[in-house]
C-alpha cells in the first residue's frame, strides 16, 4: 500500500468562517450567526482580545467536559436554527446541548471529494455512510448520483438529515435513512452480501447505538475495519475514515486501514484535517483522516 502525507484543508465555504481563536476558545461564524465555543486545541493567542469577540451566543462548558455544557444567547433575537448552505446543499444550523451546530463543517474537504469520483464513475453507484450524524455527506454523494444508505444511531439526526434532503430539492434521490447500531448493521449487511462502491466511516470516540450498545474507537474499530471489507465491490471507489479526540496518530489509522484494504492496492492520504483562520493564516486542527483510493 502506498501512503501520502496530506493536509485535509477545509477552504471552500462562503457560510462558514472561522473568524478568530486562542485561549482555549474559536469564534465562528455559521451562515448569519456567529458563535463562541471551547476548542482545547486553541492554545495560542488570539488575533484580537477574547472581551471583542462579539458573539451572538456561547458554549460554557462544563468543568471538565467541553463536550457537555450549555448555550448563552447573547443576542436575544439568535434564533434556534438557521439556514446554512455549502454549494447548492440547503441545511439548517441549530445549537445542540453537545455544543455542536448540526454540521461538521472541516468534512466539506470530502463531500467534494466524494462528489468529483462519484460523478466520474460511468455506472450506477451505491455508497454506506457509517455515523452520517445530519448527513451532508449522504447529501453529497446523492447530488453526484449515487445511491446512499445512510447510518447513524440518532433518529432525530437522521430526521435533520431528511429536513435538508428537502430543503436542497434533493427528494427524488435515493437515500436509505437507518437508525441502528454500526457494528451490528455491518454485520446484517456481510449475512445479507451486500456490496457498495464507496464506504465512509466517521466514528465518535465513544458513542452508543439504537440498543445502547457501546461503541469504543480504540478497542471498536479493528473488527468494523474487518466487517466492511468485504462489502466492498471488487473495483471499489474510495474508503474515508475519519476520527475526532482519539489516543491515535493519523497514521496508526491509516495502516489498520491499508492492512485490509491491501488486496485492493491503490494508495492512502494520511494527515489531519483543519479549518483556515481568517486574516491571520493559521489553522485550527479539527480531526486525523485516512483516505483510499484505487489510483
Ligand atoms: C462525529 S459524529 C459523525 C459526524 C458526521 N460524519 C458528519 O460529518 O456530519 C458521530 C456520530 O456517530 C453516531 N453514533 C454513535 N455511536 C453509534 C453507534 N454505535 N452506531 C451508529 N452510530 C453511532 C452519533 O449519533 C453521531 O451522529
Known amino acids: 500500500m502506498k501512503y501520502d502525507h496530506t493536509l485535509f484543508l477545509a477552504d471552500d465555504w462562503k457560510d462558514y468562517q472561522l473568524l478568530d481563536s486562542g485561549e482555549g476558545l474559536k469564534f465562528e461564524r455559521f451562515g448569519s450567526q456567529k458563535v463562541v ?54 441545511f439548517k444550523a441549530r445549537r445542540t446541548p453537545f455544543r455542536h451546530l448540526g454540521v461538521f463543517q472541516e468534512h466539506s474537504v470530502h463531500w467534494a471529494y466524494a462528489m468529483e469520483r462519484l460523478k466520474a464513475a460511468p455506472y450506477p453507484t451505491k455508497v454506506l455512510n457509517l455515523f ?24 432525530k439526526s437522521n430526521g435533520f438529515g431528511k429536513e435538508a434532503q428537502q430543503m436542497s430539492g434533493l427528494q ?65 471507489l474510495f474508503v474515508i475514515l475519519t476520527a475526532y ?24 492520504e494520511m494527515g489531519e484535517m483543519a479549518l483556515p483562520e481568517k486574516k491571520s493564516g493559521r489553522m485550527l486542527p479539527t480531526a486525523i483522516c485516512a483516505r483510499w483510493s484505487p489510483d
Not at 465555543?37 to 458554549?59: E, G, I
Not at 448527513?135 to 433518529?155: R, T, W
Request: glycine share 8%.
Open 132 to 155: 452520517g450524524y445530519t448527513g451532508l455527506m449522504s447529501l453529497a454523494c446523492a447530488q453526484a448520483g449515487a445511491e446512499v444508505v445512510h447510518l447513524d444511531a440518532s433518529p
Open 245 to 268: 479526540a482519539v489516543r491515535l496518530s493519523h497514521i496508526a489509522l491509516a495502516q489498520a486501514l491499508g492492512d485490509r484494504l491491501e488486496p485492493f492496492g491503490g494508495r492512502i
Open 37 to 90: 465555543r471551547p476548542d482545547p486545541q486553541a492554545f495560542w493567542m488570539p488575533q484580537q482580545p477574547v472581551k471583542s469577540w462579539k458573539a451572538d451566543a456561547w458554549f460554557d462548558a462544563k468543568a471538565g467536559d467541553d463536550e457537555r455544557g450549555q448555550w448563552r444567547r447573547l443576542n436575544p433575537k439568535a434564533p434556534d436554527d438557521w439556514p446554512m448552505e455549502w454549494k447548492s446543499l440547503k
Open 172 to 236: 427524488d434521490r435515493k437515500i436509505r435513512w437507518i437508525a441502528d447500531d454500526a457494528m451490528k448493521f455491518v454485520a446484517r449487511e456481510n449475512r445479507r452480501g451486500n456490496r457498495y462502491d464507496a464506504i465512509i466511516l466517521d466514528p465518535p470516540k465513544f458513542g452508543r447505538g439504537t440498543n445502547g450498545e457501546t461503541w469504543k474507537f480504540e478497542e471498536d474499530l479493528p473488527a468494523l475495519l474487518d466487517g466492511i471489507v468485504p462489502l466492498l465491490v471488487e473495483r471499489p
